[in-house]
């Protein structure tokens, strides 16, 4: 051991024994909220999850997922999965992308780092790009953040900027596309006002146009590339604000999936292709949904689709969910003789509500050998279904899916008991358990035509965090002196059932061992 007195060994816990199996299953976007019918986990039928709440009371608590929690700017920043899965793996609480984006914006301090430096040099004579998610969603991206960085950009030499623009509606209420661009319009006439040509280039819905992750879709990324970098789209406008209202009445789209449009000059030519020279920054601070974009402008020998023409740009992207998200935003395995990783590939071409049911079963039936084999300490699992089918805003879809979640649950638990192992079962942040917007005191708020609207994104409800099974020792049961718990005081939860101490800065432990 060095001097200092750190050691990588972890204390023995003084009670609990090693060498039990522990499954930590993480159900997506499955929050606790008040029981009524816009609460999709309440209303479907979800026998498990109900006879961990209401059998073990001891045993099943209430842990805080969103805001400062997990290390967002404000407790007005619901979850998301990046950031409850990093406060999952880390048992600690670190700034996240959005609040260090903040300070280095507040200091000044991004426009001395090497990116900034890098791109200036393209100021001269060439475009700056921004392209990214234009909402106040705070999960991938904030539009003030990219007003300020408009601003310092121009202030900093920028004379021809473009902007390529993706429509939100998942993080933000359907339809708020055209209000942010009419802000985002706004600012670049002022700039426009004081000599920079600076302009919105293209645009589409996140859904359908570059934001795909965990290269699930490729032609979602061509179709941006397509847009942003050759000029070139199926939809032709002059003006932004025209395109994506135009869109949505037209085409029936909502935001997350507006078809890919580009803006054009007088004499019908792209306002803002990427050309050789010019500078492209991602304005997410979010990596998961900007990777492959970045491979397709940074590769050189790209093969996912025909890129026509590579620019030659500078290029700067700021910035797996158990997997990358859970260890700090690191891909790839830590050490591959303990560790496997197993995806199971997600349909592809349709919006989830198609199918609620998603991969629950298959994911569920791995784990499930996972756990039986006996190879594993631990067996982690992430359960999309309430998440991804709670962002398409179909109600009767998302109490499906809630359904199915609980059902792969049980085949887990099942394992779990079969083996004599432990549980853990809790959720990255609230999604299914809301499906309504509501004014301050909780009532529902209706659109101008009295229909209610529907809620696509996260929450900022807590989550539930169940543990049991017949390997946990009967004296195990939540402390009530941890003032408020929140996802961070999971790992070290999950330490202890693997018979050690967590570090000692480690966020504390859940539980307690009492002697009966
Ligand atoms: O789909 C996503 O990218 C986000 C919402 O913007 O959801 P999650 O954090 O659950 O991945
Ligand atoms: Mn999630
Ligand atoms: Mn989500």
Same mark, same amino acid.
């Given at each position: 051991m060095a001097s200092s007195g750190f050691s990588w060994t972890l204390p023995d816990h003084p009670k609990l024994p090693k060498g039990k199996t522990v499954a930590v299953v993480v159900l997506d976007g499955w929050g606790e909220a008040n029981a009524d019918k816009y609460n999709c986990i309440h209303v479907a039928q979800t026998p498990v999850m109900d006879s961990l709440k209401n059998g073990a009371p001891e045993r099943w608590t209430l842990v805080k997922a969103h805001g400062t929690a997990v290390g967002l700017p404000s407790d007005d920043d619901m979850g998301n999965s990046e950031v409850g899965h990093n406060a999952l793996g880390a048992g600690r609480i670190f700034a996240q992308g959005a609040k260090l984006v903040d300070q280095a914006l507040a200091s000044g301090k991004i426009y001395d780092g090497e990116g900034f430096n890098y791109i200036k040099e393209s100021f001269d004579k060439n475009t700056l790009h921004l392209i990214g998610l234009l909402s106040d969603g705070g999960v991938h991206s904030r539009l003030d953040q990219v007003q300020l960085l408009l601003k310092g950009a121009s202030e900093r030499g920028a004379k021809r900027i473009r902007v390529h623009i993706l429509t939100d509606g998942r993080d933000v209420l359907d339809g708020s596309s055209v209000g942010f661009v009419e802000t985002l319009e706004n600012d670049l006439s002022q700039l426009r006002e004081k000599g920079i040509d600076a302009r919105i280039a293209s645009g589409g819905g996140r859904m359908y146009v %570059?934001? *795909? $992750? !965990? /290269?699930? +879709?490729w032609d979602v990324v061509k179709r941006g590339w397509d847009a942003q970098v050759l000029g070139e789209a199926p939809y032709k406008f002059k003006n932004a604000v025209e395109a994506v209202k135009t869109l949505r009445a037209e085409t029936k789209a909502n935001d997350q999936y507006l078809p890919p449009f580009v803006i054009v000059d007088e004499s019908d030519k792209s306002v803002g292709p990427v050309v050789d020279g010019d500078a492209v920054v991602t304005f997410n601070f979010r990596a998961d949904r900007m990777v492959m974009l970045a491979k397709a402008l940074e !590769?050189?020998? =790209? *093969?996912? =689709? +025909? $890129?026509v023409r590579v620019p030659k740009i500078r290029e700067t992207v700021k910035f797996g969910h158990v997997t990358f998200f859970w260890n700090g935003n690191r891909s790839g395995y830590f050490d591959e003789t303990k560790e496997e990783y197993i995806e199971i590939q997600s349909d592809v071409g349709i919006t989830f509500n198609v199918k609620p049911n998603m991969k629950a079963l298959e994911i569920a039936e791995k784990a499930r050998t996972a756990i039986l084999s006996g190879k594993f300490d631990q067996v982690r699992v992430n359960l999309p279904n309430g998440d991804m089918v709670g962002h398409t805003g179909d109600i009767e879809a998302t109490v499906v899916a809630c359904k199915a979640a609980d059902e792969a649950v049980k085949i887990i638990l099942d394992a779990i008991e079969q083996v004599g192992g432990i549980y853990l079962v809790t959720a990255d942040h609230g999604n299914a358990e809301d499906m309504v917007k509501r004014n301050k005191s909780g009532q529902p708020l209706l659109d101008k035509n009295g229909q209610i609207q529907i809620l696509t994104s996260h929450t900022l409800q807590p989550v539930p965090v169940a543990i049991g099974g017949p390997g946990l020792h009967p004296g195990v049961k939540f402390r009530s002196d941890i003032q408020t718990p929140g996802l961070a005081n999971v790992a070290a939860t999950v330490m202890n059932f693997h018979g050690y101490e967590a570090p000692a *800065? !480690? /966020?504390? %432990?859940l539980i307690e061992v009492v002697d009966n």
């Open positions: %570059t934001m *795909d $992750r !965990y /290269e699930n +879709d !590769y050189a020998d =790209f *093969d996912k =689709f +025909d $890129r *800065d !480690y /966020e504390p %432990t």
